[in-house]
Nanobody, 126 residues
Framework: QVQLVESGGGLVQAGGSLRLSCAAS????????VGWFRQAPGKEREFVAV????????YYADSVKGRFTFSKDNAKNTAYLQMNSLKPEDTAVYYC???????????????????WGQGTQVTVSS
């Protein structure tokens, strides 16, 4: 069992930056694929980014590519989502999720993940 806790959300003006953290406990984080998803009011949960178990490879949704950077510090059992050049359309609750790693790691669907955090609100004002 893995417990995930997100932090770092808040209110920021368009063009600003935030760094989200996803802290894991319960099992060795280093063997888990971690993903970020977001959900805006009235919309479905959508994929944002994923990182492989070692932290050496990442994959991003087109909407955030070039603006967001995903990293994973296995020694600290924490994953980070650096969000730059934020836009009002980035406003959502952001969730981190994890599943045990394997050869396939580009998991972009919510049902591929076994563990979820409670979410953190990101609001970008125009």
């Amino acid at each position: 069992q893995v417990q995930l806790v997100e932090s770092g959300g808040g209110l920021v003006q368009a063009g600003g930056s935030l760094r989200l953290s996803c802290a894991a406990s319960g099992r060795t984080f280093s063997r888990y694929v971690v993903g970020w998803f977001r959900q805006a009011p009235g919309k479905e949960r959508e994929f944002v980014a994923v990182i492989n178990w070692s932290g050496s490879s990442t994959y991003y949704a087109d909407s955030v590519k070039g603006r967001f950077t995903f990293s994973k510090d296995n020694a600290k059992n924490t994953a980070y989502l650096q969000m730059n050049s934020l836009k009002p359309e980035d406003t959502a609750v952001y969730y981190c999720a994890a599943h045990y790693g394997g050869s396939y790691w580009k998991s972009t669907a919510p049902d591929e993940y076994d563990y979820w955090g409670q979410g953190t609100q990101v609001t970008v004002s125009s």
